[in-house]
């Protein structure tokens, strides 16, 4: 079955501590994104990325890190410099490629929660 | 970028249709208006999306305004699994896929 995993599903860390959430795709969408959603709250964007090799920052990036080497997977590390890592995690990819393909939608993993304490 | 405007919640009653309206006065022409809903503890589903017509599709339909500046999620027979947090959102086509979620609208379904 095609789709996106993340893991774990709940995470539980110390403060102080770097902290890597999983994400990983096999529908062959060349964009992924990571959103954090914190309670009662909407969905803010951390990192995306169009491409392969490639990311940018969204809305609130400060204290987190990607990568994406292969199309397939694009971990997000939470970093110590993070001040509120708390939080609903979540992955999600589509078709769309870089700026000035139009608007596909996005497919979403079951989210990860971190707790930080 | 332009925003939406979503009650923050509404109520409807099983099998009864529900009409979710969404405001975007300052949507521009390359906008793309977007429904996602999410249940909670899981990720948001897409539910449809259009530009300028209205569209069907086999869990809603999205009907837009003329002006475009508002447009309406209608859910044709409401279930108790159609409970969730509902997202109206704008995005261009200049900008890929990238989404901005508001706070969207809570349905509550009624047995």
């Known amino acids: 079955d095609g789709g996106i995993t993340q893991s774990p599903k709940y995470l539980f860390r110390k403060e102080g501590q770097n902290v890597t959430l999983s994400c990983e795709q096999n529908?062959?969408?060349?964009?992924m994104y990571w959103y954090r959603q914190d309670p009662g709250q909407g969905l803010r964007l951390i990192y995306y990325s169009q491409i392969v090799n490639d990311f940018q920052k969204g809305d609130i990036a400060e204290g987190y890190s990607v990568s994406r080497e292969k199309k397939e997977s694009f971990p997000l590390t939470v970093t110590s410099a993070q001040k509120n890592p708390t939080a609903f995690y979540l992955c999600?990819?589509?078709?769309?490629?870089?700026?000035?393909?139009?608007?596909?939608?996005?497919?979403f993993g079951p989210g990860t929660r971190l707790t930080v304490t | 970028d332009a925003k939406t405007t979503q009650p923050n919640s509404m109520e409807s009653n099983e099998e009864e249709p529900v009409h979710l309206p969404c405001n975007h006065s300052?949507?521009?022409?390359?906008?793309?208006i977007h429904w996602y809903r999410q249940l909670p503890s899981q990720g948001p589903e897409y539910v449809i999306h259009?530009?300028?017509s209205n569209v069907n599709n086999r869990m809603a339909s999205l009907a837009i305004a003329e002006d475009r500046k508002s447009s309406t999620l209608i859910l044709h027979r409401a279930t108790l699994r159609d409970a969730a947090v509902y997202y109206c959102i704008l995005s261009k086509e200049t900008s890929g896929s990238r989404l901005t979620f508001g706070e969207g609208t809570q349905l509550t379904v009624n047995p």
């Open positions: 999600a990819s589509s078709r769309g490629g870089p700026s000035g393909v139009r608007s596909y939608e996005q497919y």
């Open positions: 300052t949507i521009s022409g390359t906008d793309y």
């Open positions: 529908l062959n969408h060349d964009a």
């Open positions: 259009g530009l300028t």
